[in-house]
Structure formats: C-alpha cells, structure tokens
C-alpha cells in the first residue's frame, strides 16, 4: 500500500476549494526557508528560476517551495562531486 500523501480537498456543494498537501519533511523545508529568501534576492540562478515561475503565473508560496528544492538540489550536487560554492559575477 502506497503511503503518499495526496492533495486534501476542501469542496462543499458546488463550492470548490484549493487543493493543499502536508508532504514532505517539515523540519528541512524550516532549515531552508531563511537561506532562500536570501537567496532569491542575491543568488541570480535562484532569482532567475524564482522571478519565472511567479512570471509565469505559479503562487509566490509554490514557486517559494520550488525554489527550496532546488536549491536543495544543488547543493547535493556540491557535495556528491565535492566542489565548493562558485560564484560567477554578472558582467553587467
């Protein structure tokens, strides 16, 4: 038997309501939210996939968590191959 989480509904009638979910680990997704706040304003790859999923029409909250998860993936990334943080100046 799968144990996913799946998405609770909140309908009543006609009344449809959004769709929420309560997966993942809590305890990563509070150790990350300072860093990508921060790192939405200062990383630019982060900035770059931040501004476009809100661009193009995902919840600020949505493209929030997204943002986590990537960078959540690079950093493994990091780790695996052992290389350190590179940061690569705009030539603006």
């Known amino acids: 038997m799968s144990k996913e989480k799946h998405a609770t509904r909140r ?3 006609t009344m449809r309501g959004k769709r929420t979910t309560g997966g993942g680990r809590v305890e990563v997704r509070n150790v990350l939210y300072m860093p990508i706040i921060v790192a ?3 990383n630019p790859v982060i900035k770059a996939f931040y501004d476009r999923l ?6 600020k909250l949505v493209a929030l968590i997204a943002s986590m998860r990537k960078l ?6 990091m ?10 100046a705009d030539n603006a």
């Open 11 to 13: 309908d009543s009638g």
């Open 40 to 42: 939405k304003s200062c």
């Open 54 to 59: 809100v661009a193009n029409g995902k919840p």
């Open 72 to 77: 959540l993936s690079i950093l493994n990334v």
């Open 79 to 88: 780790i695996r191959d052992h290389k350190t943080w590179k940061f690569a």
